[in-house]
């Protein structure tokens, strides 16, 4: 009996201390619905059309002559690709005259499914579309004697904070009355501060309005007036109208958290830069282990003690040991039918001795498990059949990333035939339509890099480059390419990543040519097998349908 009144209580007790908790824990902020469907607000999209499509008449009249050296550089409405027609079939043709050749990319699917492609595609790319854009890439037109004085770009706020709207005035002819009316879409209006003689209404919600028959006063008051973010996004920007009778201004306010920065600490600073703390090697290989000691033990002549980080996807892996080495093994042959056939082809089957590493299951896979290593602020990305020489000098190449905004710089690669080549490409992207974007590689650069007069800007680069860990690992290599899809790295890296080459660094390539009298080994043989796993049109097909779908290009042209 006791021990039932006992257990009772003790219920009791513990549904009471149970229910307390829950009330402590209970929620006392109520939570609103946002909805963060990216759009540009309607107001601002309606008031820009009227004025656009609203051109003073008079100026219809007035005779004008088109400049075409100018106007033909504007973009037109839609893009298309366009080689060069004509040209000579000579070996080596492609390198003594260079032609521009273009390529359709949708046909790397089948025409009863083209349609229904396209039509996925428009909607991914709708949906790109509204999660990249904000209402600060809004065109905003500041009309002509406005008496608004506003702040036209540099206002900032943290999601869910409050600031002052900085640099707000009327500066108008003398009246009866002033009044201002001012209105958010995504968060609220307030003032820190009361002035005397000013009437304000709204005040802490969308829509606040202030009125004074003393400028003066008036104008004091709007130094006060704050903007607090109410609706959450990391980075997004409200559209703030700022009226007064017959005179209207928009700008915007840009919210969004402050960018983390990601330091490495580099240790005490020596009179040279001590690349053991600076840089990480990165490779990927498969089977080829004679050719990765080769690596190793170049490196090590130079720097015995710089991490190498060997992502190694081969089916009976080996043990790689030393100091300063970490040996990543991935599974054998994980991403099936994914390879793609060399991106750059074109541009290395019509160099002397072309290139031909490492086309196999899981290169750019391996790249990413390599690189997600790596915490060293710099890593070098090397294939696995390079060679360290004397001219292999990483410190030049530290130097131009420590004293430039570049992200990534390449060196060159030297043959064995002494052909050194840098690859340097251009990529531009001319907006389509519907169709989707032209894309154009080009060889060569944009500029020279002053003080570094062996080193220029460009879009894309050669496999042995030294990049910026963070920058590298943001952009991330694309698991279903395989290496000498390259280029897709760079295509995925325009417009954040900043792209340097220096043609005074360079790297060997082991030796491409095989002597007759030499036998192959086992492990150069069955390399062979993996080397060109699909037939070549094949892998045109599949590297074409990730041009075509992923980045929304409808062709190609390069040279
Ligand atoms: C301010 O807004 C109110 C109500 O929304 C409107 O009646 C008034 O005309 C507006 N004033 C100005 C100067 O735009
Ligand atoms: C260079 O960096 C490595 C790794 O951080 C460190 O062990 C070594 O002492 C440094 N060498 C010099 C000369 O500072
Ligand atoms: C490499 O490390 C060893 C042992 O830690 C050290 O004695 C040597 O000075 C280092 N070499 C360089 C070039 O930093």
Not at 89 to 95: N, T
Not at 150 to 164: A, C, D, F, H, S
Not at 237 to 247: L, S, W, Y
Not at 447 to 461: A, L, M, R, S
Request: glycine share 6%.
């Amino acid at each position: 009996m006791r021990s039932l009144r006992k257990t009772v209580l003790l219920i009791i007790l513990v549904s009471v201390v149970l229910v307390l908790a829950l009330l402590h824990s209970w929620p006392t902020r109520s939570y609103t619905t946002v909805d963060v469907w990216q759009r540009h607000g309607p107001i601002v999209e309606r008031r820009l059309e009227e004025r656009l499509s609203d051109p003073d008449q008079r100026l219809g009249n007035i005779p004008f002559h088109v400049r075409d050296s100018v106007a033909s550089l504007l973009a037109r409405n839609g893009c298309v690709c366009e080689g060069d027609s004509g040209g000579v079939h000579l070996p080596f043709a492609q390198l003594l005259f260079p032609r521009v050749s273009a390529q359709p990319l949708h046909t790397a699917f089948e025409a009863a499914e083209l349609e229904e492609v396209k039509r996925r595609r428009a909607k991914e790319y709708k949906s790109f579309q509204k999660r990249s854009q904000t209402p600060a890439d809004v065109l905003i037109i500041a009309e002509a004697n406005n008496p608004l004085q506003y702040p036209t770009q540099g206002v900032e706020v943290r999601p869910l904070k409050t600031i002052i709207i900085p640099g707000l005035a009327l500066r108008s002819l003398p009246r009866d009355h002033y009044s201002i009316n001012i209105t958010a879409s995504l968060g609220t209006l307030n003032v820190a501060a009361e002035v005397d003689g000013v009437k304000i209404k709204g005040d802490g919600e969308m829509h606040m309005m202030l009125s004074s028959p003393l400028l003066l006063n008036l104008n004091r008051q709007l130094q006060f007036v704050t903007y607090t973010n109410t609706l959450f996004h990391p980075s997004t920007a409200d559209t703030v109208r700022f009226e007064t009778e017959g005179h209207e201004a928009i700008f915007s306010i840009n919210i969004r958290h402050g960018v983390t920065p990601k330091l490495y600490n580099t240790g005490s600073k020596a009179a040279d830069y001590n690349i053991s703390a600076l840089v990480t090697i990165a490779t990927k290989t498969f089977l080829r282990y004679d050719k990765l000691q080769d690596l190793i033990d170049s490196v090590r002549k130079f720097y015995p003690n710089v991490t190498i980080v060997i992502a190694d996807d081969s089916e009976n892996p080996k043990t790689i040991s030393g100091p300063h080495i970490e040996h990543y093994i991935m599974p054998f042959g994980k991403v099936e039918n994914t390879f793609i056939f060399t991106f750059l082809s074109f541009a290395i089957d019509s160099l002397p001795l072309s290139s031909s590493c490492c086309m196999f299951k899981g290169w750019f896979a391996g790249r990413n498990l390599a690189v997600s290593q790596v915490t060293t602020k710099y890593l070098l990305w090397v294939d696995d059949d390079f060679i360290f020489t004397a001219n292999t000098k990483l410190e030049k190449l530290v130097d131009v990333l420590e004293r430039t905004t570049l992200d990534l710089v390449g060196g060159a690669v030297r043959e064995a035939t002494g052909y050194t080549a840098t690859y340097r490409q251009t990529i531009s992207i001319e907006q389509g339509e519907e169709d989707g974007d032209c894309l154009h590689v080009r060889r060569g650069f944009h500029h020279v890099i002053q003080g570094f007069p062996n080193c220029v800007v460009t879009d894309g680069v050669i496999n042995f480059f030294l990049a910026r860990t963070d920058k590298v690992q943001q952009v991330g290599f694309d698991p279903r390419l395989a290496r000498v899809a390259h280029l897709e790295f760079f295509i995925d890296g325009l417009g954040s990543l900043h792209v340097g080459s220096c043609d005074d660094v360079t790297v060997n390539h082991a030796t491409k040519i095989r002597l007759p009298w030499v036998s192959q080994s086992e492990s150069d043989k069955t390399y062979a097998k993996f080397r060109y796993p699909l037939a070549s049109s094949d892998a045109t097909q599949l590297k074409n349908g990730l041009l075509f779908f992923k980045n929304r290009f409808q062709c190609l042209t390069h040279n």
